[in-house]
């Protein structure tokens, strides 16, 4: 899982979406930068002409990314494998990538996964998309689910805890997902990963390679998990198949469109949700209220597919660890995610929730138990 801007010439959205680019002046000390480029010769593939380095300082990441023929905002967009441009991002889908770019410079500094998310946000313009809308919410092979729910429910109140290297963080056991991953477990996958190829193929209208799955993960009262999108290498096409759950409310997976808008997919046992999980931010933003929520998470890439992090990384904008207002963001508005978070805890009658440190949200998966009140419900 993963969690970017200059200054333009003309503070409108036009002007944001051009590709001559000004750096502001660093507030580490660092002079100006003016791109180079004067035109966007973005074509879909990665552009290794100078390898990137994560930790470098702005003047270096700025000459790589100059190198790389990248420009900010990319809105240049590609589909398939190999990708075909289709035109340009839609000034709808720029206007929440600079919104969201806004929200993640204002995190406080030094939270643990603001790069991740700068980084993310990156993956989401310039890796090419395959589906329409980028999700779709099917029925799962029957007699596939029955035997998964069959196990699931026999091993769920005993299988181990899930493992993360920042487990200390969690509280208390019982904040933390179990995984069921026993032989029986390996070889039900290893037919789900079978069974969902072809349908994620023509789904994805590409040939599939499979790269990984996971599960069953096995949620517990209050999880959460934070909007993110997935390794650029493995998870290109995904699909989340829903076992069971027991639950006093349903608990929607938030996934983004091609346009930026946030939709609640409330999936049913014997579901499964389609998506391109590198490209379409997605989450858990509400506490799941309930005993148990079970899936297994099968991920594809197209047969050869060379996007990598380190392409990310180069093509992120060079002044990411810059907070605080920005010239050009300033009255651009919070993204949907935050308005659907924040519209969540209003029409509870609660304050906003969040997690007190940044650390805390390094964890794949959070809890509410590790949350505190940070806006009075009547603020909201």
Sequence with gaps: MKRIVWVCVSLTLVSLMGVLSIHPTSRTGATSWFSKRTENTFQGIPVRNIDPDRWADME????????????????????????????????????????????YR??????????????????TMILPHFAKEGFKVIDAPKELWQKLRDHYNKMKKKAPFET???????????HIPRVINDEHQHELNRLVTQALKPICEEWAGVELVPTSTYGVRVYVNGSTLFMHSDTPETHVVSAIFHIDHDLDEQWPLEIEDHDGRIHALKLEPGQVALYESATQLHSRLTPMRGRDYGSVFVHYAPVGWNWTRDDIVGATTPDNFEIGP??????IGLPPFEVYRRKYY??????????????????PVQNAAMMTATIPHEDL
């Design 60 to 103: 270096e990441k700025a000459r790589v990314f100059d190198a790389n023929e990248h420009t900010w905002p990319q809105n240049k967009r590609f589909e398939g494998w190999p990708p075909k441009y289709v035109g340009e991002h839609s000034k709808e889908y720029i206007k929440t990538r600079l919104q969201l770019e806004k929200y």
């Design 106 to 123: 204002d995190l406080p500094a030094g939270t643990h996964h603001k790069l991740d998310d700068m980084e993310g946000l990156t993956q």
């Design 164 to 174: 993360f290297p920042n487990n200390n963080l969690h509280k208390m056991d019982a």
């Design 326 to 331: 920005k010239e050009g963001l300033t009255d």
């Design 346 to 363: 209003k029409d509870r009658g609660l304050p906003l929730l969040d997690f007190a440190g940044g650390d805390l949200l390094a964890l």
